[in-house]
């Protein structure tokens, strides 16, 4: 774990598919700070994100703040889409989202929170921490690799480790369309 | 209870002196189980005591003894006393008047950081040089491992030059940080620290010396891992030489621009760095684009999870 003076240890970005993303909603909060505790998302294959890493095709932005900018990107990758947000406290990734032209790769570092609609409907999307275009193979790099480390979580689903008890609790996972999503995300490579 | 007694008679008995058991028995009872003393608190006034009856000096007590020599890398447990035999790697500053020196120690299997107090009154080390550390304290703070030398440690030179050993670290992963600290620098003249707008956290507001660094956050999902480059290989890596950083600078008025563009270079991407490890870093020797082929795992994959209706698809 990386640590510094301070005590504090960062958390990993984990790597999830944007379909999986989708059906995530269970929110804890965690941490000795009883201030600032650190907010964490449960996923349905039992990643515990406080932060994640995506990197998908930039296909839509939209500034939706009104006095001050707030800027909303649509981010796809190959099991469906991402909502990204950056507003005044993310000036760097506001300004990729602001100059950026769509259709473009991009590479984001975010916090993954959960807000409810008008509707009344939960959605996930990830608050930018960073945010920078990049080329086709560090996309294709990044979907193999989401394959694989969703595949390890999908593999330990049924142990005993907390996060994974408590995502089959909580979502009552099909394992079989997690894998479907995985081997999909897999199949849609080979086409290239 | 039993077992104290029976440590503080065995110590005795190789100073010579056959100290009986019931009493330390009775000495012991009547403090930890009459008066509440906890037991490390009660052996070392019972221990005092016999000492005082005897009249044996405290020093001859606690420092005869001769501790098992180990690597730097087997020190894994806190608070025990060992003997070390290492070089000299590096002496940082001693930052507290408490400490005369502190730095770096290491052998054949790795390197530890060790301190020494000023009240130890023991001979100052020099960088480079090879020493044979007796009776050192091991401590665990935040994790991670250090030596301390005191009163009772001894310092005896060696002739021979210890080779350090040094493990090379790789690590795969996104880069998912650049942190602030990255680009152009300014160190301080005297002791090469960071500075901070300016002014050194030691030595104040000084004319500093410009350098170029990277240090960011290596991310393969599952672990993260701090990295960092020096100017040589940050020069190398990024194609920007120090000279070109400053004219970048000087051009948008701003030492920022460097990191920005640095930021842009990396944050995002996938690389495979080696290096040593030190604390909690990889000093980067070298670093490449990730360019393993990904065809093997699309196949392992689609192996693993494939279903007979997801293959006919």
Known sequence: MAENGSGYVREVAHRVFAAELKESNLQTKEGQDEQFPKQFLLTPTGAKCNRVFIVGTLTETENIGNETDFWRGRIVDPTGAFYVTAGQYQQEAAQVLAKTAPPEFIAVVGKPTVFTTKEGNVLASIKAESMHVVDAATRDRWVVETANLTAKRIAKLNGNEPDAVKAREHYSTDVEQYKAMVSMAVESMRGQ | ?313
Request: aromatic fraction near 6%; glycine fraction near 6%; proline fraction near 3%.
């Open chain 2, 1 to 313: 209870m039993n077992e104290i007694t029976k440590q503080i008679e065995a110590r005795f008995l190789e100073l010579g002196v056959k100290v009986e058991t019931s009493e330390i028995d009775t000495k012991l009872d009547q403090l930890i189980n009459k008066f509440k003393v906890p037991p490390e608190e009660a052996r070392r006034n019972v221990v005092n005591y016999f000492l005082k009856k005897h009249n044996i000096p405290k020093s001859d007590f606690f420092t005869a003894r001769e501790t098992a020599q180990v690597k730097a890398s087997d020190i894994k447990e806190d608070g025990k006393w060992i003997t070390l035999r290492c070089k000299v790697v590096q002496l940082w500053d001693a930052n507290h008047e408490s400490l005369s020196q502190a730095g770096l120690l290491g052998d054949e299997s790795g390197t530890i950081a060790f301190k020494k107090w000023s009240k130890a009154n023991l001979p100052q080390v020099e960088e480079g040089k090879s020493y044979l550390f007796k009776n050192v304290v091991t401590s665990l703070w935040q994790e991670r491992f250090s030596v301390s030398l005191n009163k009772t440690s001894e310092i005896i030179p060696i002739a021979e030059n210890i080779e350090v050993g040094t493990t090379i670290t790789e690590f795969s992963g996104a880069i998912v940080d650049v942190q602030s600290g990255s680009g152009l620098i300014k160190r301080c003249p005297e002791c090469n620290r960071a500075l901070i707008k300016g002014a050194c956290g030691e030595h104040g507001k000084v004319e500093g010396k410009y350098d170029l660094r990277i240090k960011a956050v290596l991310d393969d999902g599952e672990k993260v891992q701090d990295i960092l480059m020096n100017r040589e290989i940050t020069e190398a890596f990024t194609g920007i030489t120090l000279d070109k950083a400053k004219e970048m600078a000087t051009e948008a008025l701003d030492q920022g621009v460097v990191l920005d563009v640095m930021k842009n270079m990396l944050v995002g991407r996938y690389y495979v760095v080696a290096g040593k490890k030190l604390d909690r870093f990889i000093l980067v020797d070298s670093i490449k684009p990730d360019v393993k082929p990904i065809e093997e795992d699309i196949t392992r994959i689609l192996a693993a999870t494939s279903m007979p209706f997801a293959v006919e698809a």
